[in-house]
């Protein structure tokens, strides 16, 4: 399924993205590393290895992101994976953010996907095959009080996902979103807390950090499987399955929640 594969992975140089490129080279794929991170970058790429080639890239540029998948397209003959993977996030209470946290959550988060979809649609539209792959997270599949603005940008990323996935399908272009829990890597630690103490509000919140190995590995599951939702952790199951079963019974959950979240300072 991936053997010989061309993918381009958008926020490759850590964490989920850098995983997903890893599980990727593994199966023998061709795959294309970019980030707006240099340095990061170039380590994963000789982390990695196996002829995987790197490329900076910032995804809120719309032209740069387009002229690299073109130049890929065109080096390659084709384009099999896009993964629009690249994010940032940010915790708070919402009256506490400012119009920048949200332009910047929106630019990253919902723009750099959008940008990766129309340069890599088209082609794949026009070879019959492809798939498109975005990272969302289980905070575009339920409320998320404390990460408000973040879970708007993703549930954004689950909405352009499954709409375009059953346009998609006419063309032989598969379409699919991945909604992980939490995931330990650097983002639980470089994701912008407004008015929170960083120490005090991690140990409060007693994270069950699930590993980006295991999560690259099931992405790679649900992509053989062509799932249009890869969820994963058994916790953010059950919250995503709750609250399709009852908005009202999740939402009182959050209730009791919110009296404690960390995440979400009075
Ligand atoms: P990470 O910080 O480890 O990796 C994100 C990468 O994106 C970094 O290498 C960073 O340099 C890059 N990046 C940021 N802005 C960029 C830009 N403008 N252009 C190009 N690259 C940029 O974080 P991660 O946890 O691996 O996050 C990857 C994706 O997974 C994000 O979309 C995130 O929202 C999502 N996600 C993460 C978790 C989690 O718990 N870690 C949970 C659900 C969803």
Known sequence: MFRDKVAIVTGAASGIGKEISRALATRGAVVVLTDFNAETLAAAAAEIGGGCESHLLDVTDAGAVEV???????????????????????FGNTRDTSLEDWNWLIDVNIRGVVHGVMAAYPIMQKQGSGHIVNTASVAGLIP?????????????VVGLSESLRSEARRYGVKVSAVCPGIIETPLVQTAKLVNIDREEAMS???????????LAEAVMRGLERDKGRIVFTPIAHLAWRIYRLSPSIFDRVLD???????????
């Not at 409060?204 to 295991?214: G, H, I, N, Y």
Request: hydrophobic share 45%; charged share 20%.
């Open 204 to 214: 409060q919140a007693k994270l069950k950090l699930a590993s980006p190995v295991d």
């Open 256 to 266: 009791l929640l919110n009296k404690r979240n960390p995440m979400l300072p009075r």
């Open 144 to 156: 998320v009080p404390g990460n408000t603005a973040y879970a708007m940008t993703k549930h954004a």
């Open 68 to 90: 690299l998948v073109r130049s890929v397209a065109e080096k390659h003959g084709r384009i099999d994976f896009m993964f629009n993977n690249a994010g940032v996030a940010l």
